[in-house]
């Protein structure tokens, strides 16, 4: 399926492994010229290569994105290098785990600076280039906790469900102009994180990691965990033209996991 990205221009963030990566990557094969940033410039450059071979144009800005002024630079940088933005991809790296009383005030606002406010920061930086265009896609990388909370993990939880209820919001002001505003939920994917998390859980149960990915894989309907590239084809899908009636949507890629109707 041709989804017409061809000449689009899209920001990724935290694209240098895992879901952001998986997102960049089928942007890329889809023809969309790429800005790519992650905290890590070793992997960056290494990322940035291999999506070039595919064949379109990779800018790579190393950044962390909670840094005052980074999610507006990068923006910047990116309508200065293509002259144009079509398409956001807000991704950015989970929260640490654990019970509500052993998080300070302090891990609940870094979180939200993190998990909320770089969505709200690079939206913000986008919007009005859009406008300007009558086009764009801005999604957002949540996890299945904007549907459904995740056990251990509260101030990501508290968060997800901020940016769930930012985005929709967003896309009611946003309708008039063309451009569409979706959250996609992932469940358990094979990432750096799914593995971080089973290590933890191993610690705790006194198993051994793979034994904790097998338990975390009986938990989901389809018994067996997400590939990034599954994630990363819907992102794609949302970014095209084909999705334009799709828009305030949080949209879940779990094997079936959460159990809600909406």
Request: proline share 3%; glycine share 10%.
């Amino acid at each position: 399926m041709d989804l017409g990205l061809k000449g689009r221009v899209a920001a990724v963030s935290a694209a240098s492994k895992g879901l952001g990566r998986a997102c960049a990557e089928e942007l890329a094969r889809e023809g969309a010229d790429l800005a790519i940033c992650a905290r890590g410039e070793d992997a960056l450059r290494a990322t940035q290569k291999e999506l070039e071979e595919l064949g379109g144009r990779v800018l790579a800005t190393p950044l962390d994105m909670v840094e005052p002024g980074t999610c507006e630079r990068f923006i910047d940088e990116t309508v200065s290098a293509y002259g144009r933005l079509d398409i956001v991809v807000s991704n950015v790296g989970g929260p640490k785990a654990g019970p509500f009383e052993t998080h300070s005030d302090d891990d609940f606002r870094e979180t939200m600076e993190r998990n909320l406010m770089t969505a709200v920061r690079l939206a913000r930086a986008a919007v009005p280039h859009m406008k300007q265009q009558g086009w764009g896609r801005l999604i957002f990388i949540t996890s299945i906790s904007s549907k459904q909370p995740i056990e251990g993990l509260i101030t990501g939880n508290t968060a997800r469900a901020g940016v769930a209820g930012f985005s929709k919001s967003l896309s009611l002001e946003l309708v008039t102009h063309g451009i569409t505003s979706n959250v996609v939920a992932p469940g358990s994917i094979l990432t750096d994180r799914t593995y971080d998390l089973a290590s933890q859980f191993s610690k705790n149960a006194g198993i051994t990691v793979e034994e904790a990915i097998k338990r975390l894989e009986q938990d989901i309907p389809m018994k067996r965990i997400g590939k990034p590239a599954e994630l990363g084809a819907l992102v794609a899908f949302l970014a095209s033209e084909r999705a334009s009636f799709i828009t305030g949507t949080t949209i879940a890629v779990d094997g079936g996991t959460v159990r809600g109707l909406l």
